[in-house]
């Protein structure tokens, strides 16, 4: 095989790796109020959340692939050093917060990873201002939405039942439940598995086997697809327990209302394709819930070593992805 076609094979499955560890390490976002109200076992909910993924194409268009793909830095810049650059920084900033059950970005780990690599090997000539400044607004802002409308959902919830008896009321929920997370886990599979899409894209154009106007072949929406549903399937353990029992407490009303509000972020964002965070935006939603309580039925220090995790996304994994442009530039 010929050398060029070798090394591009290789950027494909290490890009499909990454897009695997997504689901690996964000499975938590659409499974933990499954499996922490007792909707679903821990292995039905997987394959429940993983079918959910895997057809996310379905319903979605290919905004932020075009987004990651040309948005973040420039397609000019773009080459094999820097995509391995770009994916290295980012899956070993994903294994690190696995290890420690850290519930931090993929998706902004990639954004970093870009950025860190294309800086590598271009200067900071080579980011793209607007989108960056796009993906960095909603770093702020989908946490916020999400814990703001979960909170709305969460208070219109408590006051319109009020007066009824928990029990077959928190049972109904545990029903609706089935909806709730399958429209989360929808968006999570449309916002997520278009980021490696448009990476791959934008290495197939970098190295001539796709020309014109940016576009993403359909092998490869069907490939993350799939690596990001089998990659859920697996499930991250160590980050379930953190987002489902760490956090606050949550009974089937209180996951309906998260998933819920996390489903109408990531719908909204997808659409005007923005690559959110899906795990930020869970996480406030979660947030949200428990403030609907109360203040002290969030564990606040839980919550901070969150936020750090999320402040440091970004600039470790461009850190480690400028490394991983250095190495990859000797042999590619």
């Known amino acids: 095989m010929d050398h ?46 993983a079918f959910f993924n895997l057809i996310a194409f379905l319903f979605f268009g290919l905004h932020v692939a075009d987004t990651v793909g040309k948005g973040i830095i420039s397609k000019d810049v773009i080459d094999n050093a820097v995509i391995f650059g770009a994916l290295s920084g980012a899956i070993t900033w994903n294994v690190i917060t696995w290890w420690f059950g850290i519930p931090s970005s993929s998706s902004h780990a990639l954004v970093g990873g870009l950025v860190g690599a294309g800086v590598a090997k271009a200067g900071t000539g080579s980011i793209v201002a ?25 208070v219109i919830t408590l006051w319109a039942f009020e007066k009824a008896s928990p029990y077959p009321t928190e049972r109904r929920f545990n029903k609706l439940q089935f909806i709730s997370s399958s429209l989360y886990s ?7 598995a278009q980021k490696t899409m448009g990476i791959i894209a934008v290495l197939l154009y970098a190295n001539g086997y796709l020309q ?14 799939v ?12 980050i379930v327990r953190t987002m489902g029992m760490g956090i606050t407490r949550i009974r089937p009303s209180g996951g309906f209302c998260a998933q819920t509000s996390g489903a109408i972020a990531l719908f ?42 999320w402040v440091l996304t970004i600039p470790c994994a461009g850190l480690m992805a400028a490394a991983g442009y250095h190495l990859g530039r000797t042999f590619m």
């Open 130 to 154: 607007a989108g960056l400044t796009k993906t960095s607004v909603a770093i702020i802002l989908s946490p916020l939405f999400g814990m703001l409308l979960a909170l709305t959902l969460m």
């Open 227 to 238: 690596a990001m549903g089998l990659g859920t399937l697996f499930g991250g353990w160590r």
């Open 268 to 309: 909204s964002a997808t659409a005007l394709g923005i690559p959110v965070s899906t795990t930020h935006t869970i996480t406030g939603a979660i947030i949200g819930v428990g403030l609907s309580r109360r203040m002290s039925a969030v564990r606040w220090g839980l919550a901070s070593r969150i936020v750090w995790a």
């Open 186 to 192: 929808l968006g999570h599979g449309g916002n997520d």
């Open 4 to 49: 060029a076609i070798l090394i591009m094979a290789l950027l494909v499955v290490v890009a499909l790796i990454f897009d695997f560890m997504n689901g690996f390490h964000d499975a938590a976002n659409s499974i933990a109020l499954m499996v922490s109200t007792r909707l679903l076992t821990p292995q039905a909910a997987v394959a429940w959340a």
């Open 212 to 225: 014109g106007d940016f576009h993403v072949p359909f092998w490869v929406v069907i490939s993350c697809q």
